[in-house]
């Protein structure tokens, strides 16, 4: 069966482009980054087309000047000028096309490149007119090495008083940011691994490619990727060259991560204030030698030794057996891990959110992790003043990225004072930031936080004379997960706005107009008096267990 994967597609020079395939997207904290790189001569391989071109334009236009000329028919019905004239467009013709050949000849149609090199790259970025970047300068000067942030060429620093970036625009638009300005110059360094050495001193040929196989494992607590409104965290690929006029040049192929969590559901509280920076290289590069197109399983097929082909094969005859366990039983989390089997992160999300009774998740704490699954509810009442509004059930206590949450709403019948004659749902993206970081704290108290909304999906009901109610929302593929850090805590909530109708004076929306033999006729009061209820309840949004489909992007 064919995989499709996420592949970036850059132009380092006017002859050498690089490409990054990557094996899987999006990838997981904690596990491996692997991609391939190559770096092709775009140009063309031989100059056979144009010697065929060539060639073909004299045959040609011998061609044409004796089809003029071969019979007396024809040279009597074409004149001496129309001959003349087409003699010397071909002649014209002729001579361009062999100046063109001849201008590219004179160029030098390979490309050396003296040394390639791959390096991550992970970045705060904060929207000035919500965040306080004071508290980030001290994180961000530790970072610069060399007048580069983290050393990286194309992240100069000025020695203005407020640091800029020169690349900042770039990476702007590699990160997917609606504007510039957004990062106003403030590259705040989360994660950094070391130079790892791809090549040195390489030629490319015109038609040639040079592939690379890259392969690392991910540290556990780095943050996920996200793009709110206060903050903005992106990651990078870069690919650095230095080419034959010692010109260094790095290109920027933004990934997209999602958090680690454990088969308990547990992930880390994230420190943005504390970049980790990898200084060992461990990093494994392979050339790929093959002249076929590489893939993927074929480099693991080849690099696998057979005690980890066993072991792989172990885990995943263990992991369908723990499948058709729950199916059968629903058991536990901990009756079906007794051992504490190691499960990749997808395989951890399917089970907690397909197929796991969470009532056990919950008791299951690990020192230093926050545990993101709850009390996850289902069922909630509405009221007002003690008195019912409506019941809430919630289709799933768990939904992951991607996936529809199904709403229904049951209206209470034992109301005697409101009735509901309408109903918005709505998915909202929650931003708590802490005060400390605000760029106006002085409206809050040391200890609070400010809360942003954004609002992703939201379905509008007339429920006048209904008893019960349903509704779809989508959570976004694109979207990020729940997660806490010492900056920033992003949840989701699901948000219900209740049109209430007073129904005090008679117990009626209706009013009688007309009751005779031709019928009875209702219209409504007129006055109504009526107000809204907003009630806000918290769900469970996970990363998801599925890969992307295979996407090009193009530079």
């Not at 062999?98 to 590219?104: A, F, H, L």
């Not at 390096?119 to 919500?130: A, M, P, V, Y």
């Not at 005090?504 to 007129?526: H, I, P, Q």
Request: proline content about 5%; aromatic content about 8%; hydrophobic content about 40%.
């Amino acid at each position: 069966m064919s995989h499709s994967h996420t592949v970036f597609k850059q132009p380092l020079s006017k002859k050498v482009r690089v490409e990054v395939v990557y094996e899987t997207s999006p990838v997981f904290a904690k596990e491996e980054l692997s991609l391939i790189v190559r770096f092709k001569n775009v140009l063309l391989p031989t100059f056979d087309d144009f010697d065929i071109r060539r060639n073909g334009s004299d045959s040609g236009s011998t061609q044409d000047v004796a089809s003029i000329t071969t019979t007396k028919e024809d040279a009597k019905a074409e004149s001496w000028f129309g001959t003349r004239l087409s003699m010397q467009f071909s002649s014209a013709k002729r001579l361009l096309m062999q100046r063109e050949i001849e201008t590219i000849e004179d160029e030098d149609l390979s490309e050396t490149i003296l040394l390639g090199y791959i390096q991550l790259f992970g970045n705060l970025s904060l929207n000035e007119e919500i965040m306080n970047p004071e508290p980030f300068e001290a994180v961000q000067k530790k970072a610069i090495v060399g007048g580069r942030m983290a050393g990286i060429t194309g992240l100069e620093v000025s020695r203005a008083p407020k640091p800029f970036f020169s690349s900042r625009d770039e990476l702007a638009n590699r990160n997917n940011v609606a504007t510039s300005e957004f990062l106003q110059g403030n590259i705040i360094p989360l994660f950094s691994s070391p130079q790892s050495l791809l090549f040195t001193e390489i030629t490319l040929h015109p038609g040639e490619t040079r592939s690379f196989h890259f392969k690392t494992a991910l540290p556990q607590d780095i943050p996920p990727t996200y793009h709110g409104g206060a903050v903005d965290v992106s990651y990078q690929v870069i690919v650095g060259s230095l080419d034959a006029l010692l010109v260094r040049k790095s290109l920027f192929f933004p990934f997209k991560l999602h958090p680690w969590l454990d088969r308990w559901g547990n992930q880390p509280q994230y420190t943005l204030m504390d970049p980790i920076i990898v200084v060992r290289d461990e990093a494994t590069i392979t050339e790929i030698k093959s002249h076929r197109k590489p893939s993927f399983k074929a480099l693991h097929k080849n690099s696998a030794t057979e005690t980890e082909s066993q072991a792989e094969l172990e885990r995943k005859t263990e992991f369908l057996a723990q499948l058709k366990k729950l199916d059968s039983r629903r058991q536990s989390i901990s009756e079906v891990h007794p051992n504490g089997t190691h499960l990749t992160v997808r395989e951890s999300i399917f089970l907690l959110a397909d197929n796991l009774a969470v009532g056990d998740v919950q008791n299951t704490e690990v020192a230093g992790l926050s545990p993101q699954i709850g009390r996850s509810q289902r069922k909630f009442k509405i009221s007002r003043k003690s008195v019912p509004i409506a019941t809430v059930t919630l289709g799933k206590a768990v939904v992951k990225l991607g996936e529809d949450i199904q709403v229904f709403v049951d209206f209470s019948k034992d109301t005697p004072v409101w009735k509901t004659s309408g109903l918005v749902v709505s998915l909202c993206l929650m931003e708590d930031i802490r005060s400390v970081y605000l760029a106006d704290p002085s409206s809050s108290s040391p200890t609070a936080s400010q809360q942003n909304k954004t609002c992703v999906d939201s379905v509008a009901l007339n429920t006048l004379d209904c008893q019960q109610a349903a509704a779809v929302v989508h959570v976004p593929l694109a979207a990020t997960s729940q997660f806490q850090s010492d900056v920033v805590d992003v949840s989701w909530k699901l948000e219900f706005e209740f049109v209430l109708l007073s129904l005090e004076k008679d117990g009626s929306v209706y009013k009688l107009a007309r009751d005779d033999s031709n019928g009875t006729l209702f219209v409504d009061s007129g006055d109504l008096s009526g107000f809204m209820l907003n009630v806000a309840v918290p769900i469970t949004v996970l990363p998801s267990d599925q890969e992307l489909v295979g996407v090009v992007f193009e530079d």
